[in-house]
T-cell receptor, first 112, second 113 residues
Framework: ETGVTQTPRHLVMGMTNKKSLKCEQH?????MYWYKQSAKKPLELMFV???????ENNSVPSRFSPECPNSSHLFLHLHTLQPEDSALYLC???????????FGQGTRLTVV | QQQVKQSPQSLIVQKGGISIINCAYE??????FPWYQQFPGKGPALLIA?????SEKKEGRFTISFNKSAKQFSLHIMDSQPGDSATYFC????????????FGQGTTLQVKP
């Protein structure tokens, strides 16, 4: 295991639902990230947090709302998603922004 | 300028052969070039990384070759094994883009027994 744990592993939600993805890192890192991985596309960086402060928001639609209550936990709140939002959502952490990133196993999200 | 272009998209190699995956970048401020390996159902895991002060780095059967003037770097897997079958991503980051990792499109490698 990489020390980054994501829950749930799989999630199916309707377009009107509200759900949250959770990420926890046990590595003592100060930076955490959300990435979106779609088929045949590069990993897309969504959000970057450094010491619990959001330092990057990569033009992500407002239906995705991140939350970082402390340096070990990261959430991604989802509401009124679209079918094209179906993807693997990966959380990662690193000692500081830009150094070696450790990824969780991801949450496979399906929007129906 | 923030893109990292990776090729080929897929690769089939016989066991014992050499697998070669190439990446090219534009942003000269990039100064960290990692390769990640991803197995189905798993998140990407760091395989090997290089900084531009060296032209080559080797770890076991995995070697990164780096050409700063051409702005290209490649991953060589020597003596490829079926267990190496996975998707490989190159990435780049640097002070010019706040340190965030920019990933290539990925290469799916299949090593045939």
């Amino acid at each position: 295991e990489t020390g980054v744990t994501q829950t749930p592993r799989h999630l199916v939600m309707g377009m009107t639902n509200k759900k949250s993805l959770k990420c926890e890192q046990h590595l003592g890192h100060n930076a955490m990230y959300w990435y979106k991985q779609s088929a045949k596309k590069p990993l897309e960086l969504m959000f970057v947090y450094s010491l619990e402060e959001r330092v990057e928001n990569n033009s992500v639609p407002s239906r995705f709302s991140p939350e970082c209550p402390n340096s070990s936990h990261l959430f991604l709140h989802l509401h009124t998603l679209q079918p094209e939002d179906s993807a693997l959502y990966l959380c990662a952490s690193s000692q500081v922004v830009g150094t070696e990133a450790f990824f969780g196993q991801g949450t496979r999200l399906t929007v129906v | 300028q923030q893109q990292v272009k990776q090729s080929p998209q897929s690769l089939i190699v016989q066991k014992g052969g050499i697998s070669i995956i190439n990446c090219a970048y534009e942003n000269t401020a990039f100064d960290y070039f990692p390769w990640y390996q991803q197995f189905p159902g798993k998140g990407p895991a760091l395989l090997i990384a290089i900084r531009p002060d060296v032209s080559e780095k080797k770890e076991g059967r995995f070697t990164i070759s780096f050409n700063k003037s051409a702005k290209q770097f490649s991953l060589h897997i020597m003596d490829s094994q079926p267990g190496d079958s996975a998707t490989y991503f190159c990435a780049a980051s640097g002070h010019g883009n706040t340190g965030k990792l920019i990933f290539g499109q990925g290469t799916t490698l299949q090593v045939k027994p």
